[in-house]
């Protein structure tokens, strides 16, 4: 995993947690001047400040590295041919198919089939409870599929994401109740290299 940060290291990508530090440093060493009772005020002033400022960084940072993704996942997509794309489309896909994404998109999927349980009462998602607990062996085929340890394709795994995520998939959307089954298919079949 070191390799492959060393590697897009040159891509300059947004870094929430790092973009806060500088402010978080100044605020801390503003609230030195609260040693001196007559700059208390100024330095608790300073520090506040400095600490909003951290926050709005990282906003920013985390808003930025959405846009990126968003963006690399839209030509990932759209081209098929992904690992010949650029350092941004390949750092994607390495993140998209890191285990810690696979296990994070399986314990999405357990998650949507606990959810499935007759005993269990309806959420606030509205999952077509009826409809997917038709494809409940599919679904959980694709969930040990991301846990098996196999390669997967980032394409499949950004269908995955739209399945469980996204108010139009056929897990949700009303109009597409026959759209589950080809759905599911289809993820299988993408997430094969």
Known sequence: MASHAHRFAALDLPRPGRAALPLVALAL????LEADPSLRLAGAAAAGCFVVAAAVRTARARVE???IRRTADRLILADR????GSDIVRWRIRELVAPSSRRGLAHELDA???RLDRGRLPSAAPLRRVVARREEELLRGLEERMLDGRPVTARGVLLLQRL???PGSPLY???SERELRRAVATIATELEP
């Open 29 to 32: 060493a503003a609230l030195v």
């Open 65 to 67: 590295l959405r846009r």
């Open 81 to 84: 041919v992904g690992q010949e």
């Open 112 to 114: 949507t089939l606990r």
């Open 164 to 166: 469980l995520r996204e």
């Open 173 to 175: 959307d009303a109009e």
